[in-house]
């Protein structure tokens, strides 16, 4: 009677957060069409919490995305990159929430008070000029985490992922989160801030369908827009694919600064260097920032420990900035997928999966941009952080003397 009792609890409880989600998402989608187009007054809430909404979404994505893989005969993306790359989501949104009413209120603020020029929000042209300078903004920061060895090494963990699947969407770190909202704020000098704002959040999102393997070619709109197809290319490790297709919605500033690149033959994700040989969350996230600080510490004069930190990660003495295209390894089709692939046994995913479908559900009620208080984001930040840990532990296979495995 008791656990009939506690099912029947669970279950409310998950639908109640279920139907939440669904009304906040709507919500949220509606408010873009009913924008108030003539204020300026600052508010912290015109960043709508996307991100937290757009989780579950992500999941269900995720699921539907794994059904045509098996109608495809493809195979199924690998169980524990999706567990690392929803917590990694998690701490994400969290961190996100101490800064987007700063971002906000400086959009707002350089607007007021620098503004060049105040174009109306009522004209189809300031939105297509927003779309376009919003783009270009992306455009620059996606390839300066590219480009820039100390930036990458923000950028280097969502790159990290051998299997393009939804969740490779939010695998993402807090550099990656702070630039991509920090570059922007220079067009505010003649943008209106809350199409800025919309922009950044709506560029998070479109990413979205652009991490998977079953949308194939599109035709001619791949001229404009940029593809799952074009973006698997992107991603890819094999020469051709290197430094190429930035851009987030539009190609067109690809194909004016000379990074496009077409599809050719099938790209193999993952990185150009070796990919850690763990699952633990922090060397995953954090490990290039040590191995570029050995670096710097190795190599002799001022000048090449700057360009340790400024030139792209290819970069050695006697190369050119961003390394020579050619030491880039020819990728051998028939290697193995995954460069680090141990057993997982069925007990540790049901374990980890209702530890991380809890944390979710708790992270969805409690996350709430008006309310949510430092502490708890801090409490949050750490509890997740703890619990990769603990899984990544686990998946390496580091605690058979405790379990008798």
């Known amino acids: 009677m008791n656990n009939s009792l506690t099912l029947s609890t669970n279950m409310s409880l998950l639908e109640e957060c279920l139907r939440e989600t669904t009304t906040s998402l709507i919500d949220q989608l509606v408010s873009l069409v009913r924008m108030e187009v003539t204020s300026t007054e600052v508010k912290?809430?015109?960043?709508?919490?996307?991100?937290?909404?757009?989780?579950?979404?992500?999941?269900?994505?995720?699921?539907?995305?794994?059904?045509?893989?098996?109608?495809?005969?493809?195979?199924?993306?690998?169980?524990?990159?999706?567990?690392?790359?929803?917590?990694?989501?998690?701490?994400?949104?969290?961190?996100?929430?101490l800064i987007i009413s700063f971002i906000v209120f400086t959009l707002y603020w350089i607007y007021e008070n620098y503004s060049l020029i105040q174009l109306p929000l009522d004209s189809i042209w300031t939105w297509i000029l927003a779309l376009l300078m919003g783009e270009l903004s992306v455009y620059c920061t996606h390839r300066a985490m590219h480009e820039i060895n100390f930036l990458w090494a923000a950028h280097h963990f969502h790159h990290m992922t051998e299997d393009l699947n939804v969740s490779a969407t939010i695998r993402a770190t807090i550099l990656d989160l702070f630039l991509y909202d920090l570059f922007p704020m220079p067009l505010a000098l003649f943008i209106p801030p809350q199409l800025l704002v919309y922009h950044i959040q709506l560029s998070f999102l479109y990413q979205m369908w652009l991490h998977n393997e079953v949308v194939g070619n599109l035709g001619p709109i791949e001229y404009i827009i940029n593809t799952p197809r074009q973006h698997r290319v992107h991603h890819g490790k094999n020469r051709y694919c290197i430094d190429k297709n930035y851009g987030?919605?539009?190609?067109?500033?690809?194909?004016?600064?000379?990074?496009?690149?077409?599809?050719?033959?099938?790209?193999?994700?993952?990185?150009?260097?070796?990919?850690?040989?763990?699952?633990?969350?922090?060397?995953?996230?954090?490990?290039?920032?040590?191995?570029?600080?050995?670096?710097?510490?190795?190599?002799?004069?001022?000048?090449?420990k700057a360009s340790i930190l400024f030139k792209g990660p290819g970069w050695a003495p006697g190369k050119p900035r961003l390394g020579n295209i050619d030491d880039v390894p020819n990728c051998d089709i028939n290697a193995p997928k995954y460069s680090y692939d141990p057993?997982?046994?069925?007990?540790?995913?049901?374990?980890?999966?209702?530890?991380?479908?809890?944390?979710?559900?708790?992270?969805?009620?409690?996350?709430?941009?008006?309310?949510?208080?430092?502490?708890?984001?801090?409490?949050?930040?750490?509890?997740?952080?703890?619990?990769?840990?603990?899984?990544?532990?686990?998946?390496?296979?580091?605690?058979?003397?405790?379990?008798?495995?």
């Open 44 to 97: 912290p809430n015109d960043g709508n919490k996307y991100e937290i909404t757009f989780i579950p979404v992500i999941v269900i994505s995720l699921i539907i995305e794994q059904i045509i893989r098996l109608i495809k005969r493809q195979d199924l993306c690998r169980y524990q990159d999706f567990i690392i790359n929803l917590g990694a989501s998690l701490i994400f949104v969290l961190f996100r929430s």
């Open 248 to 304: 987030t919605f539009l190609m067109v500033w690809d194909r004016l600064f000379g990074t496009y690149q077409s599809y050719q033959e099938k790209p193999i994700f993952g990185l150009v260097s070796q990919t850690p040989q763990t699952y633990d969350t922090m060397t995953l996230q954090f490990g290039y920032y040590w191995e570029m600080i050995q670096k710097l510490c190795k190599i002799q004069g001022l000048s090449n």
């Open 343 to 405: 057993h997982i046994s069925q007990w540790k995913k049901i374990y980890s999966l209702i530890h991380i479908s809890i944390i979710t559900l708790a992270f969805m009620q409690l996350a709430d941009y008006s309310t949510i208080s430092n502490i708890k984001i801090l409490i949050g930040v750490i509890y997740i952080t703890i619990f990769l840990t603990s899984i990544g532990a686990l998946f390496d296979r580091e605690l058979p003397h405790i379990l008798n495995l």
